[in-house]
């Protein structure tokens, strides 16, 4: 597989062992007897926050030209607010008129657990004007046994991205809060516990750290945001979500400069590149933005990822990677949790300690002990967990 999703490879060698999965890059082929047509491309954002339409668009053009007079149902998983039946429908009127069902099926499924959301969804979301169409999709899904709710075309597509919206949301709020606890010296760990067992709230998405990332939640704020705004809404929590989030970056990298006393010159180790554990992508991942804040100030990085490493370095093809956090923390004057990937649950601290020239570590994903790491020598700053005593120390000054 060109990307890392656990189980993946083995069913699609599966898949394809047994006949029932192809591969070909003619859409002639693929489309050949073909009764329902998913199309899945990509619809990243634009530089203005509108999501790039042109994939959708080229992939509904071959399969109106490869279809000719057959039928067959267009079943868009791809992403875009009120713009894929939109789109598609008007390729159908420049390729005269040809009349083909399309029912909106927006995806769930997050990254690392892609196959059991998809075994397992919570729902089925089907959206079109044509009943009939939306029906004949939901048989192919009736299997799974699980609740499917019938909309329209654009409410399906809405639903999709006010659940990425709403879960951002969740994220930034227990940031927000976060920042409060660490003021009045409350635990944003204790604070979310509390919140979640309330069923009208979950327990969910209430982790509060470096923030968002991926290829979906920031994305799809953004775009919602811009479509808000384009149909002369004025979405002012969207827009504090995102701005939320990338806030909880410029957070971190404030709280290391105010405690090593500057950070030019200094040495630093990042633990953790994915945007989340068990992925390999790093897109509008959270170690990107540090990378960044931290090189502009001059500061030395090393990282540690067990998959995502190559991934980073496409985006800078120079940094400096070690497969051992030990070696990557050795002579670093702070260490930062970025990912929350169970190695660095677990790192060693007596040893972290003897190698770290400066002994501080900036969790920002809440994964350790704050009061262990402490005991252990550190300076330990989590989100919404109040500092210790004994702050600020300078870079190189152990403590
Ligand atoms: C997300 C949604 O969860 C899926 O339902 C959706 O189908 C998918 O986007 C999509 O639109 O394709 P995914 O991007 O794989 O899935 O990742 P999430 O598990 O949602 O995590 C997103 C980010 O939020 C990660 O960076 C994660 O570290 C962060 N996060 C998550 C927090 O900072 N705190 C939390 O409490 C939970």
């Known amino acids: ?108 499924l997050r990254e690392g657990s892609a196959i059991h959301d998809f075994m397992e969804p919570d729902r089925v979301v089907l959206g079109s004007d044509d009943h009939e169409a939306r029906a004949a999709v939901g048989e192919l899904y009736e299997e799974l046994d699980k609740p499917i709710i019938y909309t329209d075309m654009k409410s399906a597509e809405m639903v999709k991205y006010a659940c990425n919206a709403f879960l951002a949301t969740k994220i930034s709020f227990i940031n927000e809060i976060a920042e409060i606890c660490e003021r009045v010296g409350a635990d944003v760990r204790d604070v979310a516990r509390g919140m979640g067992l309330d069923h009208r709230i979950g327990a969910h998405f209430l982790n509060a750290g470096v923030g968002f990332g991926g290829s979906c939640l920031p994305k799809d704020v953004r775009a919602l945001s811009h479509l808000a705004a384009v149909y002369g809404s004025h979405p002012q929590l969207l827009n504090a979500v995102l701005e939320i989030n990338s806030e909880q970056r410029r957070r971190l990298v404030g709280r290391l400069r105010n405690v090593l ?28 933005d540090l990378i960044n804040l931290l090189e502009y100030e001059e500061v030395r990085i090393t990282a540690c990822d067990p998959i995502a490493a190559e991934s980073a370095r496409r985006v800078f093809p120079d940094l400096e990677c070690e497969e051992d956090p030990l070696l990557a923390a050795t002579g670093c004057d702070a260490l930062i949790i970025a990912t929350e990937w169970q190695q660095f649950r677990n790192l060693d601290l007596d040893a972290l300690r003897r190698v770290m020239r400066t002994p501080v570590i900036a969790d920002g994903r809440n994964v350790l002990d704050a009061e262990t790491v402490r005991r252990k020598g550190f300076v330990y700053l989590g989100f919404g967990v109040a500092d210790g005593p004994g702050l600020p120390v300078v870079a190189g000054v152990t403590v």
């Open 261 to 288: 006393g500057g950070l030019r010159g200094t040495k630093i180790a990042i633990l953790g590149l994915a945007f989340k554990p068990d992925t390999d992508d790093v897109r509008d991942a959270p170690s990107l």
């Open 1 to 108: 597989m060109p990307f890392f999703e656990p189980g993946l490879d083995e069913l699609v060698r599966k898949g394809y062992q047994a006949g029932t999965l192809t591969f070909t890059t003619a859409y002639a082929d693929a489309l050949d007897g073909a009764e329902f047509v998913f199309i899945a491309v990509g619809t990243p954002t634009t530089p203005s926050g509108h999501p790039d339409l042109s994939n959708v668009r080229s992939a509904g053009r071959e399969i109106v030209r490869c279809l000719g007079n057959r039928r067959a149902i267009l079943v868009s998983k791809s992403t875009a607010p009120v713009g894929i039946s939109q789109t598609l429908e008007h390729l159908h009127q420049l390729d005269g008129g040809l009349d083909l069902p399309i029912v909106a099926n927006p995806e769930f």
